[in-house]
């Protein structure tokens, strides 16, 4: 009767594996979501990464879950994406975010994120009153379950402040043609 069992508890053990993998990409957490709206960003004349924000609202609702999606174009250290993350939520916040909040946030930032090439897929899934998910490709990189922290971060792009307004239009879908 063991060697009977051993097999089945294999395969739901298998079987949970699996299903638990074809849960960890970043569409679960927003299904119906659809292309709000898409941006290039480039600097100094340099492609930087492709975006598309997703939503199941449209227009976007702040109260609603929603992900930004970055395709790379270009290497970038990770420590350069925490870095230019931290000073974005900086200049934003102002004293709004204390100094040591922002050193929690950029070591959280420093999980989440990785080195990137020309072709890395980096997810952002906002969650309101949670937090945010992080996905490399399709896979849960790391999940940061506070609120202030996910507000402070969407909104390096999405606040009306960014230091890339136009970008900001392309992914609302407010951008005139």
């Not at 492709?50 to 976007?60: C, E, I, K, M, V």
């Not at 931290?86 to 999980?111: F, N, Y």
């Not at 402040?161 to 043609?177: H, I, K």
């Amino acid at each position: 009767m063991t060697r009977a069992r051993s097999p089945l508890r294999h395969s739901l053990w298998l079987l949970a594996l699996l299903g638990s993998q074809a849960l960890a990409n970043w569409q679960d957490s927003l299904p119906g979501a659809q292309i709000i709206g898409t941006g290039e960003f480039r600097m100094f004349g340099f492609d930087v990464y492709n975006a598309r924000l997703w939503s199941a609202t449209q227009p976007l609702a702040s109260d609603q879950p929603f992900a930004l999606e970055l395709i790379y174009q270009r290497r970038i250290s990770r420590d350069d994406l925490v870095q230019a993350s931290v000073d974005e939520i900086k200049r934003l916040a102002g004293t709004s975010v204390s100094t040591g909040q922002l050193a929690g946030w950029e070591a959280q930032m420093q999980q989440a994120f990785v080195d990137v090439q020309a072709g890395t897929r980096i997810t952002g899934v906002y969650l309101p009153g949670q937090g945010a998910r992080f996905f490399v490709g399709q896979q849960l990189r790391y999940e940061i379950k506070d609120p202030a922290f996910a507000r402070a971060f969407f909104d390096i792009w999405l606040d009306p402040r960014t230091s890339n307004p136009e970008l900001r239009q392309q992914l609302l879908g407010t951008a005139q043609p």
